[in-house]
């Protein structure tokens, strides 16, 4: 948990880089795009620098990727955010065992108002997707009736609260649902909610006594799948909002989690920036079926003045 002093550092290098990136944005659009590739060695930290870009059109941006396995067949769930209705749906595209695209990407879910951060999980033999939905102030779970394509609301998990990321994962018996939620002075960017239940099917979630386990802009944010460590534990993605939303992405190991104790460390720090200079903010990874997924920002010209973007 970050002290009063390390908070106010940081809000201030935030409301510095907000000053700096008005004049650096000038005429041009923020454009989130995928990274996808071979998982060389999923023990180890990602290397972004090794992966492929997947770029969107020029009318929005892609992000927040997930990777799911079908019948030998891998593909990439995401945010996709036209810039015309400035609001995200749900996407789909296929990709090869390299990463590579296999067609064009085709809607899957949207909703009248903005959905992102598409987490994916099978449970009992049903896949499950639980998509970002901040705006409604509800955590809902999505039923897979028919592969990629179609999906339909299956219950609402936690109801009225603004929760962003929702992330599910099973420790000791027990089912996690981690997120990064807006409470009092608490905001979204900086902070880590847990809740547990003994199902993800459940809608009684408890929610951890410690919440929010962490707060800080450095480290709070969720930024995609939570993967087993090879020995027991587990890693959690997090996102580096100091500089701007998105700046960095953090791998942070859980050391415990309890229904009463949590506690992590931070093992691998990387800006996007420091991975490639034209990248101005890399926030999200996921790893599975020997693939790994990630996404970075880059600025794109603003069509001029009448043009649709």
């Given at each position: 948990?970050?002290?009063?002093?390390?908070?106010?550092?940081?809000?201030?290098?935030?409301?510095?880089?907000?000053?700096?990136?008005?004049?650096?944005?000038?005429?041009?659009?923020?454009?989130?795009?995928?990274?996808?590739?071979?998982?060389?060695?999923?023990?180890?930290?990602?290397?972004?620098?090794?992966?492929?870009?997947?770029?969107?059109?020029?009318?929005?941006?892609?992000?927040?990727?997930?990777?799911?396995?079908?019948?030998?067949?891998?593909?990439?769930?995401?945010?996709?955010?036209?810039?015309?209705?400035?609001?995200?749906?749900?996407?789909?595209?296929?990709?090869?065992?390299?990463?590579?695209?296999?067609?064009?990407?085709?809607?899957?879910?949207?909703?009248?108002?903005?959905?992102?951060?598409?987490?994916?999980?099978?449970?009992?033999?049903?896949?499950?997707?639980?998509?970002?939905?901040?705006?409604?102030?509800?955590?809902?779970?999505?039923?897979?009736?028919?592969?990629?394509?179609?999906?339909?609301?299956?219950?609402?998990?936690?109801?009225?609260?603004?929760?962003?990321?929702s992330t599910l994962f099973e420790h000791e018996g027990r089912w996690w649902l981690f997120g990064s939620a807006k409470t009092g002075r608490t905001r979204i960017n900086e902070s880590l909610f847990a809740f547990h239940a003994d199902s993800p099917l459940s809608t009684d979630w408890t929610p951890h006594p410690g919440n929010p386990l962490v707060r800080s802009l450095a480290n709070g944010r969720c930024a995609g799948t939570i993967t087993s460590d090879g020995r027991g534990?587990?890693?959690?993605?997090?996102?580096?909002?100091?500089?701007?939303?998105?700046?960095?992405?953090?791998?942070?190991?859980?050391?415990?989690?309890?229904?009463?104790?949590?506690?992590?460390?931070?093992?691998?720090?990387?800006?996007?920036?420091?991975?490639?200079?034209?990248?101005?903010?890399?926030?999200?990874?996921?790893?599975?079926?020997?693939?790994?997924?990630?996404?970075?920002?880059?600025?794109?010209?603003?069509?001029?003045?009448?043009?649709?973007?």
């Open positions: 948990m970050a002290t009063w002093l390390e908070h106010f550092r940081q809000n201030r290098a935030r409301r510095a880089g907000r000053k700096a990136d008005k004049k650096e944005e000038a005429g041009f659009l923020q454009q989130w795009f995928l990274l996808c590739g071979p998982d060389a060695d999923p023990a180890a930290p990602p290397s972004p620098e090794s992966l492929m870009p997947l770029y969107p059109p020029a009318d929005r941006f892609w992000a927040d990727p997930f990777l799911w396995e079908e019948q030998g067949c891998y593909y990439i769930f995401f945010e996709d955010f036209p810039y015309a209705t400035w609001r995200g749906l749900i996407s789909v595209i296929e990709v090869d065992a390299q990463g590579r695209a296999i067609g064009p990407a085709a809607p899957v879910i949207e909703e009248p108002y903005h959905l992102s951060y598409p987490f994916l999980f099978r449970h009992d033999g049903q896949l499950y997707m639980v998509p970002e939905k901040t705006e409604v102030k509800r955590v809902d779970l999505y039923r897979c009736v028919e592969f990629p394509h179609r999906w339909e609301i299956d219950r609402t998990l936690i109801n009225d609260l603004k929760m962003a990321d534990g587990w890693l959690r993605p997090s996102q580096d909002c100091v500089r701007r939303y998105g700046h960095g992405l953090n791998i942070n190991r859980i050391l415990t989690l309890t229904p009463t104790a949590y506690r992590e460390e931070t093992v691998w720090h990387r800006s996007g920036p420091e991975v490639n200079p034209e990248w101005r903010a890399m926030h999200h990874v996921d790893r599975k079926h020997g693939l790994v997924v990630m996404d970075a920002q880059r600025l794109i010209p603003r069509p001029p003045a009448g043009e649709p973007a």
